[in-house]
Structures are given as C-alpha cells and as structure tokens.
C-alpha cells in the first residue's frame, strides 16, 4: 500500500493515508500550506493564531480545513511539548479553540476536528476502530524524548480499553534525515537515541517514531509514515527551521459527523 496519497478539495490540498482512509468512519487529512487566504511569510494555508499572522486569515484558513473535511468544529492545543493530553467533548471546545498546555487530543466524539499544528515537529494521529478512538499528538524532539507516542498509546489504554496492537498510527511530515541537524546532540538526546544518527549530528526522527510506536506494541504494518521533509519541500511545508518566522501546517483527524455537515 502506498504511504500516503494527495488530494486536492475545494482548493485545498492535503495529503492522506491509505490506511486510515480505508475506514469511512474516520475523516482525515494532512494539510499543506496551499489554499489559505494568509500572506507574507504565512502564505498561505496558516492555522496557527500564535505566530503573528492576522487572527481573521486564520480563522478563515480553519473554516476552509472544516469545509474540505466536511466537519463542524476544529479543536487546536496550545502545544507546550509535553506529555499531558486532553480527552475532547463538544461541551470542552464550546469554551475554547486551543485547550491550554497539552500535546495530545483525543475523542470519541464525531465531527470534532482534532487539530495538531506543525512546522518541522511530526503530528502523529491514531485510529483505534475496535473501540473507535481518534488521537493526534504534537511530537517534536522533545516528545521523542519525553516518550510521548508511549504515552499516548498507554492513555488509550488506560481510558478507553484500546489494545496496541489494535492501533493503527500515520506519522505526518517533519524535518528528515536530510535536515535534522542536532550539533548538542549529546546533551539533548540520551543514548539510546543516537543509532538514529544518519551522518554526523543529522538524525532520523522518522524511523525514531516508528521505533517508539513498534516498542508501544503497535504492529509494523499498521505504521505508515509520509515521509516528507517539511524543509526541503517549500512550496508545500512551512519550516521553522528554514524560515524562522512563518505559519503552521495542519494535521486533522475525526470520526465522521453523524449528520453530514452542511
Ligand atoms: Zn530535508
């Protein structure tokens, strides 16, 4: 099976994977940056409310995201490279659209668009369709570090009865092998992390998720990963690490509205 496929809907493109898009009970897509209304270093598609670009073009961009999706309501995280997650409900999003200080959303609630915001970090999103468990995680190098996709795959667990080898798990684009430079390695990463070591001080934060999720009890072939480095594609990807200031890329996953939207 292909990794993952593009799709082009109402003048947004996105990117999808074969499997999770083989279950009609779950709506995803990885957005790129094409399609928005935002400007300047946030050209186009930008989600994110707290990098400086106009709160009206953001908002926008999130309506065209529900629109392309067919959902009714996106939740966002104000990520803090944590471990805490926030198990979603319809009543939580009606206070806020970005739950404060958590890397991990999870529902069981459909229409509810779980938002992961990136610019290099990965956002890993997991389906489980025995208990019918939508999770998107925010993971960067520090939640590799922290142990983050251990931890999502253990709160499932815990809250919903999700068995790991149930799970099925696509990690989005982020920085590659090609760019992931790390030159205080050995300060920043422990040990056991510097096998990922692809030539000196470039890492392969890729395989590293996969890695935690098959060490999580995930099974290989329920893993698929896109494979896209967010700094060497421009034209799709905002990069922090290449351009500094600029916008944020979205991940979504929900399960499907009862009622279609709209
Ligand atoms: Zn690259």
């Given at each position: 099976m292909q990794a993952i496929e593009l799709i082009s809907r109402n003048g947004l493109t996105f990117y999808r994977f074969p499997l999770l898009a083989r279950f009609p009970e779950v709506v995803h897509g990885v957005f790129?940056?094409?399609?928005?209304v935002s400007t300047g270093?946030?050209?186009?598609?930008?989600?994110?409310?707290?990098?400086?670009?106009r709160p009206e073009a953001v908002r926008e961009n999130r309506q065209r995201v529900l629109r392309a999706l067919d959902l009714e309501e996106l939740v966002g995280a104000d990520q803090v490279h944590g471990l805490r997650e926030s198990v979603v409900s319809a009543t939580a999003t009606a206070a806020a659209t970005e739950l404060p200080a958590v890397d991990i959303l999870i529902t069981r609630e459909p229409g509810l668009g779980l938002l992961i915001k990136q610019a290099d970090c990965q956002a890993v999103m997991l389906y489980d369709p025995e208990h019918r468990v939508v999770a998107n995680v925010h993971c960067g190098w520090r939640g590799q570090v922290a142990g983050i996709l251990g931890q999502v795959v253990s709160r499932l667990g815990k809250l919903f009865a999700s068995r790991p080898e149930g799970l099925l798990a696509g990690i989005g684009p982020g920085l590659g092998p090609c760019c992931?430079?790390?030159?205080h390695f050995r300060q920043e990463?422990?040990?056991?992390?510097?096998?990922?070591?692809?030539?000196?001080?470039?890492?392969?934060l890729w395989r590293l998720s996969r890695d935690q999720l098959l060490a999580a009890?995930?099974?290989?072939?329920?893993i698929c990963l896109a494979g896209l480095c967010t700094k060497c594609r421009p034209a799709e990807f905002y990069s922090f690490r290449r351009d500094g200031v600029t916008g944020r890329q979205g991940a979504v996953i929900a399960l499907r509205p009862r009622q279609p939207g709209r």
């Amino acid at each position: 099976m292909q990794a993952i496929e593009l799709i082009s809907r109402n003048g947004l493109t996105f990117y999808r994977f074969p499997l999770l898009a083989r279950f009609p009970e779950v709506v995803h897509g990885v957005f790129t940056r094409l399609g928005g209304v935002s400007t300047g270093p946030y050209t186009s598609l930008n989600l994110s409310y707290a990098v400086g670009d106009r709160p009206e073009a953001v908002r926008e961009n999130r309506q065209r995201v529900l629109r392309a999706l067919d959902l009714e309501e996106l939740v966002g995280a104000d990520q803090v490279h944590g471990l805490r997650e926030s198990v979603v409900s319809a009543t939580a999003t009606a206070a806020a659209t970005e739950l404060p200080a958590v890397d991990i959303l999870i529902t069981r609630e459909p229409g509810l668009g779980l938002l992961i915001k990136q610019a290099d970090c990965q956002a890993v999103m997991l389906y489980d369709p025995e208990h019918r468990v939508v999770a998107n995680v925010h993971c960067g190098w520090r939640g590799q570090v922290a142990g983050i996709l251990g931890q999502v795959v253990s709160r499932l667990g815990k809250l919903f009865a999700s068995r790991p080898e149930g799970l099925l798990a696509g990690i989005g684009p982020g920085l590659g092998p090609c760019c992931a430079e790390f030159r205080h390695f050995r300060q920043e990463f422990p040990p056991k992390f510097w096998q990922y070591q692809v030539r000196p001080g470039y890492f392969d934060l890729w395989r590293l998720s996969r890695d935690q999720l098959l060490a999580a009890g995930l099974k290989p072939d329920n893993i698929c990963l896109a494979g896209l480095c967010t700094k060497c594609r421009p034209a799709e990807f905002y990069s922090f690490r290449r351009d500094g200031v600029t916008g944020r890329q979205g991940a979504v996953i929900a399960l499907r509205p009862r009622q279609p939207g709209r």
